[in-house]
C-alpha cells in the first residue's frame, strides 16, 4: 500500500482522457445557478512539475499530454481537447509546460462561489503538498481536505444539501480490492443520492476484475433505471513481450476508461469529435483505438 505515487503518471494518456472528461462535465455542470458540490474520493497531490524528476523518471506525460500537443492535428482541436490544452496553459506561463494539473485544480478553475469541493486524499506525503497546494489559491472554505479513505468518507455527504453533485472516483487500485471498493462505493451512493453524477476512471488491463468495472457499473445504472456512458482510449498492444534476452516485457498502461452515471447530455456528441484525434495523435501502434457507448 502507498508506493503508488501520481506524480509519475501525471499527464499520461489515462490522465488527457480522464480530465477531458471531467473538463467537459464541468463546464456542464457549472452552468446552472445551484450550488454544486464535487467530492474527488482520490485527489493526489494536486499540482505536478512536467519537467521535475518524478516525470523525467516516467517520462510518461511524453506519451500523454506533452505528445498531444506535439501532435497538433492539421485540422482545429475538437472542442473538448481545446478546452483542456487551453485549461493546461492556463497554469502555465510564457508558452513553457511545466506544469500540469491534477483533478482537484482542474475542478476548483471551474468552480463559483457558491459551490463546494471536497478532496480526499489518504498518502501522508501527497496530502501535505495537496493542502499547501491548495492553500496558495485562497479558496477558503469552499475546498476541504480530508485525509480519509474516500471510499468511506464520501458517505456522510450524501445526498448533499443543494442536491446537485459529481463524484470522481479515481483510485490507484495498487491492492486487487480498490476495485470491489469502487463498485461498492458507487453502489452505496446510487442508494443515497440516485440523482448525483459519477464518473470513475478505470484501468485496461488485462486482469478480470478490471474487465468488470465498465460491466458491473453498466449493470448498476440500468437497474436503477439512469443514463450512463462509457469512453475508452487504448494506446497500444496490451501483451507482454519479450527482449532480445527473453525476458518478459510490460508494455505499461495500454488504455484505460471513464464510466459516467448521469452524464450531461452534452458529453456523447463533444467525445465523438474528442476521440478521433486522441487516437491519432496519442496511438502508439495499430492497436489505438476508442469506444464510445451510452445507454439508459
Ligand atoms: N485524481 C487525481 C488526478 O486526476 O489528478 C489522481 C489520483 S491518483 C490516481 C490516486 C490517489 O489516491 C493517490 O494519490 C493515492 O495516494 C490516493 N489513495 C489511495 N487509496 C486511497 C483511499 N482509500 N482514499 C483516498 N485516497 C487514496
Same mark, same amino acid.
Given at each position: 500500500?502507498?508506493?503508488?505515487?501520481?506524480?509519475?503518471?501525471?499527464?499520461?494518456?489515462?490522465?488527457?482522457?480522464?480530465?477531458?472528461?471531467?473538463?467537459?462535465?464541468?463546464?456542464?455542470?457549472?452552468?446552472?445557478?445551484?450550488?454544486?458540490?464535487?467530492?474527488?474520493?482520490?485527489?493526489?497531490?494536486?499540482?505536478?512539475?512536467?519537467?521535475?524528476?518524478?516525470?523525467?523518471?516516467?517520462?510518461?506525460?511524453?506519451?500523454?499530454?506533452?505528445?498531444? $500537443?506535439?501532435?497538433?492535428?492539421?485540422?482545429? !482541436?475538437?472542442?473538448?481537447?481545446?478546452?483542456?490544452?487551453?485549461? *493546461?496553459?492556463? !497554469?502555465?506561463?510564457?508558452?513553457?509546460?511545466?506544469?500540469?494539473?491534477?483533478?482537484?485544480?482542474?475542478?476548483?478553475?471551474?468552480?463559483?462561489?457558491?459551490?463546494?469541493?471536497?478532496?480526499?486524499?489518504?498518502?501522508?506525503?501527497?496530502? =501535505?503538498?495537496?493542502?499547501?497546494?491548495?492553500?496558495?489559491?485562497?479558496?477558503?472554505?469552499?475546498?476541504?481536505?480530508?485525509?480519509?479513505?474516500?471510499?468511506?468518507?464520501?458517505?456522510?455527504?450524501?445526498?448533499?444539501?443543494?442536491?446537485?453533485?459529481? *463524484?470522481?472516483?479515481?483510485?490507484?487500485?495498487?491492492?486487487?480490492?480498490?476495485?470491489?471498493?469502487?463498485?461498492?462505493? $458507487?453502489?452505496?451512493?446510487?442508494?443515497?443520492?440516485?440523482?448525483?453524477?459519477?464518473?470513475?476512471?478505470?484501468?485496461?488491463?488485462?486482469?478480470?476484475?478490471? #474487465?468488470?468495472?465498465?460491466?458491473?457499473?453498466?449493470?448498476?445504472?440500468?437497474?436503477?433505471? =439512469?443514463?450512463?456512458?462509457?469512453?475508452?482510449?487504448?494506446?497500444?498492444?496490451? =501483451?507482454?513481450?519479450?527482449?532480445?534476452?527473453?525476458?518478459? *516485457?510490460?508494455?505499461?498502461?495500454?488504455?484505460?476508461?471513464?464510466?459516467?452515471?448521469?452524464?450531461? #447530455?452534452?458529453?456523447?456528441?463533444?467525445?465523438?469529435?474528442?476521440?478521433?484525434?486522441?487516437?491519432?495523435?496519442?496511438?502508439?501502434?495499430?492497436?489505438?483505438?476508442?469506444?464510445?457507448?451510452?445507454?439508459?
Amino acid at each position: 500500500m502507498f508506493s503508488y505515487r501520481h506524480a509519475f503518471h501525471a499527464g499520461n494518456h489515462a490522465d488527457v482522457l480522464k480530465h477531458i472528461v471531467l473538463l467537459a462535465v464541468l463546464r456542464y455542470m457549472t452552468q446552472k445557478d445551484t450550488a454544486l458540490n464535487v467530492f474527488d474520493s482520490h485527489a493526489g497531490a494536486g499540482l505536478y512539475r512536467l519537467d521535475g524528476d518524478y516525470a523525467k523518471t516516467s517520462a510518461e506525460a511524453a506519451e500523454g499530454f506533452l505528445k498531444l $500537443i506535439a501532435n497538433k492535428p492539421t485540422e482545429p !482541436f475538437a472542442a473538448a481537447i481545446q478546452d483542456y490544452v487551453e485549461m *493546461v496553459a492556463g !497554469f502555465n506561463q510564457g508558452g513553457t509546460w511545466s506544469v500540469y494539473p491534477g483533478s482537484p485544480f482542474i475542478i476548483q478553475s471551474l468552480l463559483h462561489g457558491r459551490d463546494k469541493l471536497k478532496l480526499f486524499e489518504l498518502h501522508p506525503t501527497d496530502t =501535505k503538498t495537496l493542502t499547501a497546494n491548495i492553500a496558495q489559491l485562497e479558496a477558503g472554505r469552499q475546498v476541504a481536505i480530508l485525509r480519509e479513505d474516500g471510499f468511506e468518507g464520501l458517505k456522510k455527504f450524501l445526498p448533499p444539501p443543494s442536491r446537485r453533485a459529481l *463524484v470522481l472516483c479515481d483510485p490507484s487500485y495498487e491492492v486487487k480490492h480498490d476495485y470491489a471498493r469502487v463498485q461498492a462505493m $458507487i453502489t452505496d451512493a446510487m442508494l443515497r443520492f440516485p440523482t448525483g453524477t459519477y464518473a470513475v476512471w478505470y484501468p485496461i488491463i488485462p486482469r478480470p476484475e478490471a #474487465h468488470d468495472v465498465p460491466k458491473k457499473l453498466k449493470t448498476l445504472a440500468n437497474k436503477s433505471g =439512469k443514463s450512463w456512458l462509457s469512453v475508452s482510449l487504448t494506446v497500444k498492444n496490451s =501483451k507482454l513481450t519479450q527482449d532480445a534476452e527473453g525476458e518478459v *516485457v510490460r508494455p505499461g498502461l495500454p488504455a484505460s476508461g471513464m464510466f459516467l452515471i448521469n452524464p450531461p #447530455h452534452t458529453l456523447k456528441a463533444l467525445l465523438k469529435d474528442a476521440m478521433p484525434q486522441l487516437v491519432k495523435a496519442l496511438g502508439q501502434d495499430q492497436h489505438a483505438a476508442f469506444t464510445l457507448e451510452s445507454g439508459g
